[in-house]
Protein backbone atom coordinates (compact mmCIF):
# COMPACT_ATOMS: atom_id res chain seq x y z
CA UNK A 1 0.00 0.00 0.00
CA UNK A 2 1.08 3.62 -0.72
CA UNK A 3 1.51 6.48 1.57
CA UNK A 4 -1.32 8.50 -1.07
CA UNK A 5 -3.74 5.10 -0.52
CA UNK A 6 -3.00 5.52 3.04
CA UNK A 7 -4.30 8.86 3.14
CA UNK A 8 -7.19 7.84 1.32
CA UNK A 9 -8.55 5.60 3.60
CA UNK A 10 -8.02 7.97 6.81
CA UNK A 11 -10.05 10.88 4.27
CA UNK A 12 -13.22 8.17 3.82
CA UNK A 13 -12.41 7.70 7.52
CA UNK A 14 -11.44 4.22 7.75
CA UNK A 15 -9.05 2.48 9.34
CA UNK A 16 -5.37 1.86 8.29
CA UNK A 17 -3.83 -1.10 10.14
CA UNK A 18 0.12 -1.75 10.46
CA UNK A 19 2.43 -3.37 12.86
CA UNK A 20 5.87 -3.36 14.49
CA UNK A 21 9.13 -4.47 13.97
CA UNK A 22 11.29 -5.00 16.37
CA UNK A 23 14.31 -7.63 14.91
CA UNK A 24 16.42 -6.21 12.50
CA UNK A 25 15.66 -9.08 9.95
CA UNK A 26 14.97 -8.40 5.94
CA UNK A 27 12.86 -12.10 6.45
CA UNK A 28 10.93 -10.93 8.84
CA UNK A 29 10.18 -7.61 7.99
CA UNK A 30 8.99 -9.17 4.00
CA UNK A 31 6.69 -11.64 5.61
CA UNK A 32 5.09 -8.99 8.51
CA UNK A 33 4.30 -7.07 5.22
CA UNK A 34 2.77 -9.69 3.32
CA UNK A 35 0.75 -10.22 6.54
CA UNK A 36 -1.90 -8.11 5.21
CA UNK A 37 -0.50 -4.35 6.60
CA UNK A 38 -0.76 -1.26 5.19
CA UNK A 39 2.23 -0.12 6.74
CA UNK A 40 4.88 -1.80 8.68
CA UNK A 41 6.99 0.26 11.50
CA UNK A 42 10.73 -0.19 12.37
CA UNK A 43 11.36 0.92 16.16
CA UNK A 44 14.38 2.47 15.87
CA UNK A 45 13.75 3.05 19.60
CA UNK A 46 12.83 0.02 21.28
CA UNK A 47 14.32 -2.05 18.18
CA UNK A 48 17.86 -3.93 17.74
CA UNK A 49 18.38 -1.50 14.24
CA UNK A 50 21.13 0.02 12.99
CA UNK A 51 21.42 2.79 10.31
CA UNK A 52 23.48 0.57 8.11
CA UNK A 53 20.68 -1.92 8.19
CA UNK A 54 17.85 0.49 7.51
CA UNK A 55 18.21 0.07 3.64
CA UNK A 56 17.52 -3.64 3.22
CA UNK A 57 14.73 -3.68 5.61
CA UNK A 58 12.34 -0.91 3.92
CA UNK A 59 13.19 -2.78 0.86
CA UNK A 60 11.69 -5.56 2.17
CA UNK A 61 8.72 -4.32 3.37
CA UNK A 62 8.38 -2.49 0.62
CA UNK A 63 8.54 -5.85 -1.69
CA UNK A 64 6.03 -7.35 1.07
CA UNK A 65 3.35 -4.85 -0.48
CA UNK A 66 3.20 -2.31 2.64
CA UNK A 67 4.68 1.50 3.32
CA UNK A 68 7.86 1.50 5.29
CA UNK A 69 7.63 3.70 8.33
CA UNK A 70 10.28 4.48 10.94
CA UNK A 71 9.54 5.32 14.47
CA UNK A 72 12.41 7.32 15.14
CA UNK A 73 14.42 6.72 18.47
CA UNK A 74 14.28 10.53 19.07
CA UNK A 75 12.87 13.23 16.62
CA UNK A 76 16.36 14.63 16.06
CA UNK A 77 17.74 16.05 13.06
CA UNK A 78 20.57 13.06 12.64
CA UNK A 79 17.80 9.79 12.82
CA UNK A 80 15.25 11.76 11.16
CA UNK A 81 17.73 12.34 8.22
CA UNK A 82 19.09 8.69 8.06
CA UNK A 83 14.83 6.91 7.92
CA UNK A 84 14.13 9.07 5.22
CA UNK A 85 17.57 8.68 2.87
CA UNK A 86 17.42 4.98 3.82
CA UNK A 87 14.02 5.00 2.21
CA UNK A 88 11.28 5.24 5.13
CA UNK A 89 7.71 6.79 3.67
CA UNK A 90 6.28 7.85 7.20
CA UNK A 91 7.74 9.13 10.28
CA UNK A 92 6.72 8.05 13.71
CA UNK A 93 8.12 11.06 15.90
CA UNK A 94 8.08 9.88 19.90
CA UNK A 95 7.61 11.48 22.71
CA UNK A 96 6.00 15.19 21.72
CA UNK A 97 4.69 16.51 24.42
CA UNK A 98 4.39 19.93 22.89
CA UNK A 99 3.85 21.87 19.77
CA UNK A 100 7.69 23.47 19.67
CA UNK A 101 8.94 20.15 19.70
CA UNK A 102 6.80 18.78 17.04
CA UNK A 103 7.60 22.15 14.59
CA UNK A 104 11.04 21.25 14.68
CA UNK A 105 10.47 17.74 14.31
CA UNK A 106 8.33 18.00 10.89
CA UNK A 107 10.53 21.16 9.95
CA UNK A 108 13.34 18.63 9.98
CA UNK A 109 11.48 16.35 7.91
CA UNK A 110 10.91 18.47 4.99
CA UNK A 111 12.64 19.97 2.26
CA UNK A 112 13.26 23.67 1.85
CA UNK A 113 10.40 25.16 0.15
CA UNK A 114 7.81 22.16 1.16
CA UNK A 115 6.62 24.59 4.14
CA UNK A 116 3.91 25.02 2.30
CA UNK A 117 1.43 25.94 5.67
CA UNK A 118 4.17 29.00 6.39
CA UNK A 119 3.21 32.61 5.83
CA UNK A 120 4.57 33.89 2.67
CA UNK A 121 8.40 35.33 3.66
CA UNK A 122 8.02 33.00 6.80
CA UNK A 123 11.27 31.05 7.04
CA UNK A 124 11.62 27.51 9.20
CA UNK A 125 14.73 27.62 11.09
CA UNK A 126 15.92 24.57 10.30
CA UNK A 127 15.07 22.01 7.15
CA UNK A 128 15.69 18.46 6.08
CA UNK A 129 19.10 18.03 5.26
CA UNK A 130 19.46 18.00 0.73
CA UNK A 131 21.71 15.21 -0.56
CA UNK A 132 21.72 12.02 -2.97
CA UNK A 133 21.00 9.11 -1.10
CA UNK A 134 19.15 5.52 -1.10
CA UNK A 135 16.01 7.26 -1.13
CA UNK A 136 16.30 9.13 -4.77
CA UNK A 137 18.36 6.32 -5.85
CA UNK A 138 21.75 8.14 -5.21
CA UNK A 139 21.11 10.83 -6.97
CA UNK A 140 19.37 9.41 -10.56
CA UNK A 141 15.51 10.48 -9.47
CA UNK A 142 16.81 13.14 -6.99
CA UNK A 143 14.00 15.56 -8.61
CA UNK A 144 11.71 13.42 -9.12
CA UNK A 145 11.89 12.08 -5.22
CA UNK A 146 12.09 15.69 -4.47
CA UNK A 147 9.22 16.56 -6.52
CA UNK A 148 6.81 13.80 -5.80
CA UNK A 149 7.91 11.25 -2.99
CA UNK A 150 9.31 13.81 -0.11
CA UNK A 151 6.25 15.71 0.21
CA UNK A 152 3.85 12.87 0.81
CA UNK A 153 5.83 11.28 3.77
CA UNK A 154 3.35 10.42 6.52
CA UNK A 155 3.64 12.34 9.46
CA UNK A 156 2.94 10.55 13.18
CA UNK A 157 3.11 12.45 17.03
CA UNK A 158 3.47 9.82 19.25
CA UNK A 159 1.38 11.14 22.48
CA UNK A 160 3.19 10.02 25.37
CA UNK A 161 3.26 11.80 28.56
CA UNK A 162 0.42 13.62 30.40
CA UNK A 163 2.27 16.66 29.88
CA UNK A 164 1.15 16.34 25.47
CA UNK A 165 -2.63 16.10 26.54
CA UNK A 166 -2.60 19.05 28.16
CA UNK A 167 -0.50 20.79 24.85
CA UNK A 168 -3.07 18.69 22.53
CA UNK A 169 -5.16 21.70 21.10
CA UNK A 170 -1.74 23.31 19.89
CA UNK A 171 -0.34 20.02 18.52
CA UNK A 172 -3.29 18.70 16.41
CA UNK A 173 -3.28 22.20 15.07
CA UNK A 174 -0.07 21.63 12.64
CA UNK A 175 -1.91 21.49 9.02
CA UNK A 176 1.49 19.28 8.09
CA UNK A 177 0.51 16.09 10.90
CA UNK A 178 -1.47 13.26 9.32
CA UNK A 179 -2.38 11.51 12.86
CA UNK A 180 -1.39 10.69 16.17
CA UNK A 181 -0.34 7.74 18.06
CA UNK A 182 -1.24 7.49 22.21
CA UNK A 183 1.88 5.50 23.20
CA UNK A 184 -0.44 3.33 26.07
CA UNK A 185 2.62 2.28 28.23
CA UNK A 186 4.73 5.57 28.76
CA UNK A 187 1.69 7.88 29.14
CA UNK A 188 -0.12 5.39 31.69
CA UNK A 189 3.79 5.76 32.99
CA UNK A 190 3.81 9.46 33.15
CA UNK A 191 0.75 9.47 34.97
CA UNK A 192 2.49 7.20 37.87
CA UNK A 193 -0.09 3.85 36.55
CA UNK A 194 2.34 2.11 34.37
CA UNK A 195 0.48 -0.48 32.61
CA UNK A 196 -2.86 -0.08 34.47
CA UNK A 197 -5.39 0.87 31.28
CA UNK A 198 -8.35 0.08 33.47
CA UNK A 199 -7.51 3.09 35.98
CA UNK A 200 -10.14 5.93 36.10
CA UNK A 201 -7.69 8.58 35.64
CA UNK A 202 -5.93 6.71 32.84
CA UNK A 203 -9.22 5.98 30.62
CA UNK A 204 -10.01 9.92 31.57
CA UNK A 205 -7.18 10.94 29.61
CA UNK A 206 -7.87 8.41 26.69
CA UNK A 207 -10.91 10.33 26.40
CA UNK A 208 -9.59 13.82 26.32
CA UNK A 209 -7.08 12.58 23.80
CA UNK A 210 -9.96 11.10 21.93
CA UNK A 211 -12.37 13.87 21.93
CA UNK A 212 -9.93 16.59 21.35
CA UNK A 213 -9.45 14.41 18.07
CA UNK A 214 -12.97 14.93 17.20
CA UNK A 215 -12.80 18.22 18.16
CA UNK A 216 -9.77 18.99 15.68
CA UNK A 217 -11.13 17.01 12.94
CA UNK A 218 -7.51 15.15 13.50
CA UNK A 219 -7.19 11.12 13.35
CA UNK A 220 -6.08 9.49 16.57
CA UNK A 221 -4.42 6.46 16.64
CA UNK A 222 -2.95 3.93 19.20
CA UNK A 223 -0.51 0.88 19.63
CA UNK A 224 -2.37 -2.21 20.19
CA UNK A 225 0.75 -4.35 21.98
CA UNK A 226 -1.09 -7.45 22.89
CA UNK A 227 -2.55 -9.00 19.46
CA UNK A 228 -6.52 -8.98 20.39
CA UNK A 229 -8.73 -9.19 17.18
CA UNK A 230 -11.54 -8.33 19.22
CA UNK A 231 -9.75 -5.39 20.85
CA UNK A 232 -8.69 -4.10 17.01
CA UNK A 233 -12.55 -4.04 15.96
CA UNK A 234 -13.42 -2.24 19.79
CA UNK A 235 -10.57 0.67 18.87
CA UNK A 236 -11.95 1.10 15.18
CA UNK A 237 -15.46 1.19 16.28
CA UNK A 238 -14.06 3.95 19.29
CA UNK A 239 -13.16 5.83 16.33
CA UNK A 240 -9.57 5.01 15.91
CA UNK A 241 -8.04 5.45 13.03
CA UNK A 242 -3.93 5.09 12.83
CA UNK A 243 -3.33 1.52 14.30
CA UNK A 244 -0.28 -0.08 14.99
CA UNK A 245 -1.28 -3.92 15.66
CA UNK A 246 1.22 -6.12 17.38
CA UNK A 247 4.99 -6.67 17.48
CA UNK A 248 6.87 -9.06 15.55
CA UNK A 249 8.83 -10.15 18.60
CA UNK A 250 5.49 -10.49 20.33
CA UNK A 251 3.58 -12.42 17.23
CA UNK A 252 6.71 -14.55 17.74
CA UNK A 253 7.00 -15.86 21.57
CA UNK A 254 3.20 -16.12 21.69
CA UNK A 255 2.85 -18.25 18.76
CA UNK A 256 6.43 -20.27 19.49
CA UNK A 257 6.16 -20.96 23.77
CA UNK A 258 6.45 -24.57 24.24
CA UNK A 259 2.87 -25.72 25.29
CA UNK A 260 2.63 -27.21 28.42
CA UNK A 261 2.50 -31.54 27.85
CA UNK A 262 1.86 -32.24 31.69
CA UNK A 263 5.61 -33.45 32.03
Known amino acids: MTVHEIRARLAADKATVGTWLQLPSPDVAELMARAGYDWVAVDMEHGSFGRTGLPDVFRAIECGGAAPFARLGEASKTQIKAALEAGAQGLIFPMIESRVQLDRAIDLSVYPGQDTWRAAGETAPEYRGVGYCRANVFGKNFDEYRASR ?114
Not at 183 to 210: C, E, N, V, W
Not at 215 to 238: S, Y
Open 150 to 263: APEIFLVAQIEHIRAVENLEAILAHPRLDAIMVGPYDLSGSMGLTGQFDHPDFKAAMARIAQGCAKAGARMGLHIVQPDPAELARQIAAGSRFIAYGIDSVFLWRAAERPNSGE
